[in-house]
Each structure stands twice: as C-alpha cells, then as structure tokens.
C-alpha cells in the first residue's frame, strides 16, 4: 500500500558561515507532531506535481514535527516554500 503525503520546504540546513542545499527542513501537512517522527526512511520528490530530485528523510529537528531530508542532489531556490511529495 502506497502512502503519499504533502509537505512544504521551509529552508535549507544552515551552518554558521555555510547553507547545505541538499538536506532541507520540511513540515509535513496535516500530521500530527509527534506522528511525523515514524515517517523516517521515507522518499521525498521535488516539485510535488512531477518529481524530479528526490530524496529521503533521514531524521527530525526540534520538536514541532520538522524533518530533515537529504535530497541526491541540491534542490534550486525556487524549492524554498513550496510543496513536495513524501511518499512511503
């Protein structure tokens, strides 16, 4: 059974003095917080409509259901703010 989800790209992963552009914070929609921790290992597609970058969740960050996903290549600028596919 195949489970798809949305989500929203909110930023890159940030250093201090660096931007990582292949791992990226989501917020998934309409899940629950705490739910959102059993959706690691899941595929991630970018843009949600005809995926072409994908990638996987490989943990969560902070504790308001935030995940960090590590795409196989640096998704562009215009993937800040929108939607992506996450599918089991």
Same mark, same amino acid.
């Given at each position: 059974?195949? &489970? =798809?989800? =949305?989500?929203? &790209?909110?930023?890159? %992963?940030?250093? %201090? /003095?660096?931007?990582? !552009? %292949?791992?990226?914070?989501?917020?998934?929609? @309409?899940? @629950? !917080?705490?739910?959102?921790?059993?959706?690691?290992? #899941?595929? &991630? +597609? #970018? !843009?949600?409509? @005809? !995926? /072409?970058?994908?990638?996987?969740?490989?943990?969560?960050?902070?504790?308001?259901?935030?995940?960090?996903?590590?795409?196989?290549? +640096?998704?562009?600028?215009?993937?800040?703010?929108?939607? &992506?596919?996450?599918?089991?």
């Amino acid at each position: 059974m195949q &489970v =798809e989800r =949305e989500g929203l &790209v909110l930023n890159y %992963r940030l250093g %201090r /003095k660096t931007q990582y !552009p %292949r791992v990226c914070l989501i917020k998934v929609m @309409d899940v @629950d !917080p705490s739910d959102s921790k059993q959706m690691i290992g #899941w595929k &991630v +597609g #970018w !843009p949600a409509d @005809d !995926p /072409k970058i994908y990638g996987k969740i490989v943990g969560f960050h902070g504790k308001k259901g935030t995940l960090k996903v590590k795409f196989k290549r +640096g998704v562009p600028g215009q993937a800040l703010n929108s939607q &992506v596919k996450i599918i089991k």
